[in-house]
Structure formats: C-alpha cells, structure tokens
C-alpha cells in the first residue's frame, strides 16, 4: 500500500516538474492523493517546473530576439503548449493505479483507520472557524489579485518600456524565490504560529500594489514584482494544513473542491482589472492598482480574525 502510494506521488511529482503548472481540476485531485506532509513538496516541484520553464524563455529571447514579436511569441507558446504532452501521458499512468486501489477497497481488502474526531472542532459550525476564515480570505484575495496580476507585464510594458528579456528575467528571480519561501514560511510558523506568519507574509502583497500604483520609479517596481511573486506564495502549504487541521477526513474533499472553485474566481475579477488598465485615463493604472490593494487589504482584515478571540488562536 505504501509503496503503491509513494508510486503515484513521484508520479505527480515528475508531472508537475514537466509541465511548470497545472490546471485546477489536476490539481485538485493530486492533492486528494497526497498526504498533507508532501503537499510542500509538490508544490516545490510545481515551482521548479517553472523555473526551467522562465529559463527555456530566456534563451529563446536571447537567441530569436529581444522585442516584443508576434511571431516569437507564438513560437513560445507552441512550444509550451507541445511539453504538455509528456505530463499528460503520465498523468494517465494514474488511472489503472486508482482503478486497483478503488477496487481492493470495495473488496474490503484495504481498510481505512477509523478516525478519531476532535469534539471541539466537530462542534464548531459557524462561519468563524479557521477553514471558512481561510475561505472568505482566499475569496477576496484571489478576487483582488486576479484585477491585477495579468496585467502587471503590460503595466511594465507600458510604463517603464521593460524589454521581454528582462521582464523574464524578474518572472525568473520571481519563481527561483518562490520555490524556497514555502520552506522559509514554514520554519518562521514554528517560531511566531501559523496565523502570524501568514498574515505578516501576505502584508506585501497590498504593499506591492500601491508600490506599482503611487511610485512610478522602475527599480522599485522591479524588487517589489519579484517579492510579489516569490514570497506570498509560500504560506499556500499553511493554509492547506490548517484547513486539514480543522476538517474531519471524510469532509476535506469539499473543502479542497470548495477551494478549487473559489481559486477561479480570478477570470471575473480579471475582467473588471483588464477594463481599467486599458482606459485612455492617465490614472488608469492608479486606480486599478489601488482597487485591487483594497480589496487585497480586506481579504488580509478577514485572515487576521484566526489572531483573535480565544480558541481562534491556531499554533
């Protein structure tokens, strides 16, 4: 059983380290077969795939060009879109494995241990336990986030006229931070607690927004875009382990579909950011940088309600 497990977990493993990047319904069944203890690990992956990805950029816009061209920007694509093919057969490697497992279950040859239930946290059923605080706080972050975050490279474009190969490059320092801060925010949850560190790391992301929206000078934005993206990230793992902390086993199914549903909520949000960054306005990018810090800001009041009140306390 153990080995049939580690099996598919390397399995995904390798899938997410080809493809850089995984789609919410993939992803949303990995972590259904992976215990809370490798979802670090995994998303460590994750972010090594797109490291190498942001490198394979690099050297095609050192060698095809320098510029913004159509025609190599699309070359680009084709070739990411043509590395999907190696995940996605390995990713059909799961299915006999999960059909086996399905089967000896049904077959009661496997047994799961029964689970002893905390009567403190089955009790609680109101909106302010830690997994709906944590919801309503990824709800309005991803909310605000998803205003501005595919945007920022047209921002960056034109504003400070950055170049594609150092806007890759920012993308790259980005990600190479990003694959250490999960590790990083873990060590600094052991010492301070899990809401603590939580809410300290994500204080960057509203300070990066208003950053990009009230000071206009390019190093700045540069340092700031690369710790947006690399640092926040990190605490994706606390998150997930405090929702398995306050969830009964046979209920962590909803919450992690509950979750893939809320993370996409972005598109819509990505509708209202991609019709102020195209406004004619020369405040345009203020106020699209500025809403989307507030709505930041609010999602970072409604996580700091795990720092208060008695049993909220979460270590």
Not at 13 to 41: K, R, Y
Request: proline content about 4%.
């Amino acid at each position: 059983m153990k080995e049939r497990m580690q099996y598919v977990s390397n399995l995904l493993f390798l899938t997410d380290l080809c493809t850089g990047t995984t789609f919410d319904t993939i992803n949303f069944h990995n972590l259904l077969l992976l215990v809370p203890q490798q979802f670090t690990l995994k998303s460590t992956w994750w972010r090594v795939g797109n490291v190498l990805g942001q490198l394979l950029n690099v050297v095609m816009f050192y060698t095809q060009g320098n510029e913004w061209s159509p025609t190599l920007l699309g070359r680009i694509m084709i070739i990411g879109i043509a590395l999907l093919i190696l995940p996605l057969l390995l990713l059909i490697c799961l299915q006999p494995v999960i059909e086996t497992q399905e089967r000896k279950t049904k077959n009661g040859e496997v047994k799961e241990e029964k689970e002893k239930e905390d009567d403190s946290n089955n009790s609680k059923t109101s909106c302010c336990t830690p997994p709906w605080i944590v919801f309503f706080s990824v709800l309005l972050r991803v909310t605000g986030k998803g205003m501005t975050l595919k945007f920022i490279p047209i921002f960056f474009v034109q504003v400070h006229n950055i170049t594609p190969l150092t806007l890759t490059l920012l993308v790259l320092a980005g990600q190479i931070v990003s694959v250490f801060s999960p590790f990083a925010c873990l060590v600094l949850a052991r010492s301070i607690g899990r809401p603590q560190t939580m809410v300290l790391i994500r204080l960057i992301e509203p300070g990066a927004l208003v950053v990009f929206g009230w000071w206009n000078n390019y190093y700045a934005c540069c340092i700031v875009f690369v710790l947006f993206l690399g640092i926040p990230i990190g605490t994706r793992s606390i998150e997930k382990a405090l929702l398995n902390d306050y969830t009964n086993k046979k209920s962590r199914a909803r919450w992690n579909a509950l979750e893939a549903v809320n993370r996409s909520t972005w598109s819509g949000s990505a509708v209202l950011g991609g019709w102020l960054s195209g406004m004619k306005h020369p405040d345009g990018w203020k106020l699209l940088f500025t809403s989307s810090a507030g709505t930041v800001s609010a999602a970072l009041v409604v996580l700091s309600l795990l720092l208060v009140g008695g049993d909220m306390v979460v270590r």
